[in-house]
């Protein structure tokens, strides 16, 4: 029985998207410590000034999907209240959407959250510091697979060599789709759910450039329903994150910033681990530039951990901005197919300074 879809990984993708036995997993990115809100809700408020705004796209298997290839951009805006003392509370929004392949499997999240911030030592006029800080969100989740865009072996003519989806039937029973908008008429099933995370965080400053910080995260507290057949009780596996990291300076002008970060959801666990060099001239407007080398580890069913990619990173530090690139270099079993060609990253972060020096709050550099 042959089974033809332009590139075997959307063929993955589908099945991903349709049986009742593999759980849905989620998108992640390689500069997770450029997506604060998506890595951890406690993140909120966490920046030297009044708000932030962030974006970040990422472009993967475009060596394979050619015009297809996996597309996730994110975007997220926090803002830092003063309550009492050195305490503050955050709110923050957060946007996520991420497509795969020909058959437009598309996943979109929206979440509001909240953070409380406690300063366990060290006051705003000094450079050591240390900040508990727990954070919460709540938002909605979508998924829609366009069935219109997929054929199956049941619709392979043997007369041509070549499928024929419009003058052959699939044969298959496609779902209507369920949550709030179904099955529409162009074939696109589509769900919503509703999506609780969860989240600390822990950091303390020791100096200008000395930090130290550790985090944890819970994503999909309520393990919403994920399945497009209606009589189906797949749920989407709560994800667990755990991330530390800090810097360390070298000199007055270079630091180093290594982080280590490990996710799982259901049976996948990956990690990434490694870290970038600042170098600072430390004028009035600041110019910084940092390089990296990171690598991830991911498991393979009953087959144990393995090295993944390692990921090139940079980013340009102007004043309130910083602009991050990182490139995938992949060295799993997929590299003579992709010819080593991964993923590429691009983020956008900007901070509005502070006004005033009076609820000014010190953070680490992620």
């Not at 393990?223 to 994800?239: E, G, H, K, Q, W």
């Amino acid at each position: 029985m042959k089974i033809k879809i332009t590139g075997w990984l959307v063929l993955f993708v589908c099945f991903l998207a349709t049986t009742n036995e593999v759980k849905a997993q989620d998108p992640q990115y390689s500069q997770f410590y450029n997506a604060p809100l998506h890595l951890n809700p406690a993140m909120m408020g966490v920046y030297p000034g009044s708000f932030r705004a962030a974006v970040i796209y990422r472009d993967q298997w475009a060596s394979i999907l050619s015009d297809r290839p996996y597309r996730t951009i994110g975007a997220s805006f926090d803002m830092r209240f003063h309550i009492a003392g050195d305490d503050y509370v955050s709110a923050g929004i957060n946007l996520m959407r991420d497509e795969a392949g020909s058959a437009y499997f598309n996943q979109s999240t929206a979440h509001i959250g909240a953070a409380y911030m406690k300063q366990l030592g060290g006051n705003r006029y000094s450079t050591n510091d240390q900040y508990l800080i727990a954070g919460a969100q709540f938002g909605f989740g979508q998924h829609s697979l366009d069935w219109d865009k997929l054929w199956f072996s049941q619709q392979f003519d043997y007369n041509s060599n070549l499928p024929n989806p419009d003058g052959i039937g699939s044969g298959e029973s496609i779902p209507g789709g369920s949550g709030l908008f179904g099955n529409s008429a162009d074939g696109t099933s589509t769900l919503t759910y509703t999506d609780f995370n969860a989240g600390l965080l822990y950091y303390a400053l020791f100096g200008e450039n000395t930090s130290i910080y550790a985090g944890a995260s819970l994503a999909h507290l309520n393990s919403p329903r994920v399945s497009f057949f209606d009589d189906s009780d797949d749920v989407l596996y709560m994800r667990w994150t755990g991330h530390v990291g800090g810097e360390f300076p070298f000199s007055d002008e270079f630091s180093f910033l290594p982080a280590l970060y490990v996710r799982g959801q259901g049976p996948s666990l990956n990690s990434m681990f490694g870290g970038n060099v600042r170098y600072s001239n430390h004028d009035w407007n600041e110019l910084a530039i940092r390089a990296g080398l990171w690598s991830r580890l991911t498991n393979k069913l009953d087959d144990g951990n393995h090295l993944d990619a390692l990921i090139v990173s940079a980013i340009l530090e102007v004043e309130s901005w910083n602009l991050g690139f990182s490139y995938d270099v992949n060295i799993s079993n997929l590299n003579d197919a992709t010819n080593s060609r991964g993923a590429f990253e691009v983020a956008l972060i900007y901070v509005h300074p502070d006004r005033s020096r009076r609820y000014k709050v010190n953070c680490p550099k992620f």
